[in-house]
């Protein structure tokens, strides 16, 4: 039996870039998961145009113990103050969580060279494990 033809993924009689295997337009949108611990304690801070947001970063590290390997994640956090915003707050320095955000690129000049950076903006928050030391305080 001869193998059959695979479906392609573009229709071509579309100007747009249609999906077979979707209904709904693609967006320019990476989402990214990082599980990490936090490297401080989160702030709230205020944008320029007055929004109120929280940001904190995340550290990930990979290798053996020896030549291990940290990369730092900048995550800002624009949940209101009934959706959770008390919550990424209380987190302390340490925490071990479970970021899902929406990724992109920035690019910025400083020092007359051009410079980029990746903005995450987060959707979700898990905490995963809390220091030793928070646990203890709690009880």
């Known amino acids: 039996m001869p193998p059959l033809p695979r479906p392609s993924l573009l229709l071509p009689s579309s100007s747009l870039t249609t999906r077979l295997f979707s209904t709904s337009r ?36 990979y290798g053996p113990r020896e030549n291990r390997q940290t990369s730092w994640w900048r995550v800002a956090s624009f949940a209101k103050e009934n959706e959770g915003r008390e919550r990424v707050l209380a987190l302390g320095k340490g925490t071990l969580v479970y970021v899902e955000g929406d990724a992109s690129m920035r690019k ?29 305080s709690l009880e």
């Open 26 to 61: 693609a967006l320019p949108v990476a989402r990214i998961t990082i599980v990490g611990r936090l490297a401080a304690d989160p702030e709230l801070t205020v944008t320029s145009t007055g929004q109120e947001m929280v940001r904190y970063a995340v550290g990930t590290s």
């Open 108 to 136: 910025f000049e400083k020092d007359g060279k051009v410079e980029s950076a990746l903005s995450i903006v987060q959707q979700k928050l898990e905490v995963l494990k809390r220091p030793e030391s928070a646990a203890d």
